[in-house]
Nanobody, 123 residues
């Protein structure tokens, strides 16, 4: 299984970015997906999750109302639309594929991880 994240970059505070994660090697539509992030010196944390069908989503409090997770099962891709970005959103963003139909906030629920894409928000 390969997960290729893209779409990161440098943006000013208040700006937007859209991350994509293309999956291959597994039946994408059967598994939940998650986005995580890790800032320098901090532990990796959950950002958003989505079930296999896309019918259930979950967000960490610190991104709720600003970020939106979605997926296109026909294109084997999950997205993270990030609006109203803040400097504290600066991190390496990872996508991950769940072991199950559901997706979880805990990292232990995931089989596969992408390499990450850097998001830097300047003040």
């Amino acid at each position: 299984v390969q997960l290729q994240a893209s779409g990161g970059g440098l943006v000013q505070a208040g700006g937007s970015l859209r991350l994509s994660c293309a999956a291959s090697g597994r039946t994408f539509s059967r598994y939940g997906m998650g986005w995580f992030r890790q800032a320098p010196g901090k532990e990796r944390e959950s950002v958003a999750t989505i079930s296999a069908s896309g019918g259930t989503t979950d967000y960490a409090d610190y991104v709720r109302e600003r970020f939106t997770i979605s997926r296109d099962n026909a294109k084997n891709t999950v997205f993270l639309q990030m609006n109203s970005l803040k400097p504290e959103d600066t991190a390496l963003y990872y996508c991950a594929m769940s072991s199950y139909y559901r997706a979880f906030r805990s990292e232990s629920g995931y089989d596969y991880w992408g390499r990450g894409t850097q998001v830097t928000v300047s003040s």
